[in-house]
């Protein structure tokens, strides 16, 4: 993302945000769809979370028993109720496109990852 010379409003924080929150939805219905793991992603409205998580197939959702995920983001998208709201952007931006490159990682890969990918 390049930096802007003046500086965004709260209006075009959130339009970035969202914009990448959609695109980590459709990254996960992409690598669930092809089959190279199994990803999700949640967005609670009304507290404008974004949590996704990508687990190897033949993962196991037992509580007791979970296979861990190979990875995880967990952001509020509104810097609107933050005290420093261009910081918490800038942060929350580099979140989402560390964990946007992952999951491009994956796809360009095209190689399933699975539990004993895990084990090794």
């Given at each position: 993302?390049?930096?802007?010379?003046?500086?965004?409003?709260i209006e075009?924080?959130?339009?970035?945000?969202?914009?990448r929150?959609?695109?980590v939805?459709?990254l996960c219905?992409?690598?669930t769809?092809?089959?190279l793991a199994?990803?999700?992603?949640?967005?609670?409205?009304?507290v404008?979370?974004l949590?996704?998580?990508?687990?190897p197939?033949?993962?196991?959702?037992?509580?007791e028993?979970?296979?861990?995920?190979v990875?995880?983001?967990?952001?509020w998208?509104d810097p609107?109720?933050?005290?420093?709201p261009?910081?918490?952007?800038n942060k929350?931006?580099?979140e989402?496109?560390?964990?946007?490159?992952?999951?491009?990682y994956i796809?360009?890969?095209?190689?399933?990852?699975?539990t004993?990918?895990?084990?090794?």
């Amino acid at each position: 993302m390049t930096k802007t010379t003046q500086p965004l409003t709260i209006e075009d924080m959130n339009e970035i945000l969202y914009t990448r929150a959609e695109e980590v939805f459709l990254l996960c219905m992409l690598i669930t769809r092809r089959g190279l793991a199994h990803a999700f992603c949640n967005f609670s409205g009304h507290v404008e979370m974004l949590d996704s998580k990508v687990h190897p197939l033949g993962s196991c959702y037992k509580y007791e028993s979970a296979t861990q995920p190979v990875a995880e983001l967990r952001v509020w998208i509104d810097p609107a109720d933050r005290i420093n709201p261009e910081k918490e952007f800038n942060k929350i931006v580099e979140e989402l496109n560390t964990y946007i490159i992952y999951l491009d990682y994956i796809i360009a890969k095209g190689v399933p990852i699975t539990t004993s990918d895990q084990a090794a």
